[in-house]
């Protein structure tokens, strides 16, 4: 086992992090940029070091400095966390380069996954369902042949990157040429590569992920499935597990599919699956997420699986003690994420001092968050400042477990969205739990 691990993450995540190697026994060296030197996270690590400036790409996302803390400190891995590096193949292989271990996949892997053209046709290979479309398309001639074959309408995808960009939806070909041109343009922009495919747009469609762990033993455990259907502009809301529509046979063959995608992408660490489904119950490969997910606590709740300290664990070499014969699934919880914005003015982001906070309490909740009475929310990062996750016997008692929470939780100085994610778990399509990705747009 470890004995120092550094945190190369801000917020919750690091907070959450830390608060698992603490109970592990494991030292913790905290990296932090300007603008977070009151943030809790530097304080609960039992070393702090400022690596930048308030920019992400300052200190966050600065390898150089971030590998010099962990080297100077004596650290023997870095837990990235997920956004910043923790998808990032070169930062991965730094690590190695330095003798410090990445608390995640290899690099060859993270490669393998990132590049989605490649995803999709390892998945292919290993009959993991995937979504009919094409490879990458060299120009728009070439894309105006296969869009003939794959048929109306249809997705432009970026091989790299993520978060909604170099994505395009076209429904004729009349759209085809202008939507190419706009990928790719803006895929090379945000990603260095403007390389696309294309793949049949289904709709309506849930959004499920299923959660892996897997070792340096070749074991691979499914942790089940979380509906995150709950989406605005491709980012996620609410997410759920299990996944209340999903019959007993279909879970089966998704558990099966994900055991499956693990062994091809010869993955080792905490991962997620992500797939398309539909309402006919056919599902189809959509990414893999190589890094730990903002909504793992709700497996957490339904396994009683602590998964960054197996994160952890795999990453020093130790062996799952768990098969998948082993894996119950017990009640239902569901996980909000809080977000410093105001729905009700288009989702403005909201920056400022905490004025007061009230964390709601109970059996089975669960507040996963960096903030406290008097801290300062700083312009320079996510919104997301919490993740209330609550847990139940039924899915009915779980919805009103969390409306209730929402109601409790108080945070002023703020503008935030707890409210509205309460109007959301009232909305017909949520409590009868047909909600698709899109129903949120309409809702509003």
Known sequence: MFLKILIANRGEIAVRIIRACR????????VFSEADRESLHVNLADESYCI?????????????????????TKSEAIHPGYGF??????????????????IGPDAETISLMGDKDMARRTMGDADVPIIPGCDLVKDVSHAKNEAEKIGFPLLIKARSGGGGRGIRLIHSMAELDQ??????????????DG?????????????????????????????????????????????????EIMSADTRQRMIDATVNAGIAAKYRGAGTIEYLYDQAGNFYFMEMNTRLQVEHPVTEMVTLIDLVKWQIRVASGMKLDFTQKDIEFKGHAIECRINAENPYQNFQPSWGKIEMLHIPNGPWIRFDTAIYQGYTIPPFYDPMIGKLIVHAKTRDEAIRKMKAAL????????????????DILSAEEFVNSTYTTDYLEAYL
Do not use: W
């Open 23 to 30: 109970e592990m026994g494991v030292s913790t060296v905290a």
């Open 85 to 102: 590096l923790a998808e990032n193949a070169a930062f991965a292989k730094l690590c190695a380069e330095n003798g410090l271990a990445f």
């Open 407 to 422: 109601c409790e939780l108080i945070i002023e100085g703020v503008m935030h969205n707890a409210s509205f994610q309460a």
């Open 52 to 72: 930048g400036g308030p920019l992400s790409k300052d200190s966050y996302l600065n390898m150089s400095a971030i590998l010099s803390a962990a080297v100077a």
């Open 195 to 243: 390389a696309v495919y294309m793949e049949k747009y289904l709709h309506p469609v849930k959004h499920i992920e299923m959660q892996l762990l897997a070792d340096h033993f070749g074991n691979v455990v499914c942790l089940g499935e979380r509906d995150c259907s709950t989406q605005r502009k491709n980012q996620k809301l609410i997410e759920e597990s299990p996944a």
């Open 179 to 192: 939507a190419y041109q706009t990928a790719t343009s803006e895929a090379a922009a945000a990603f260095g």
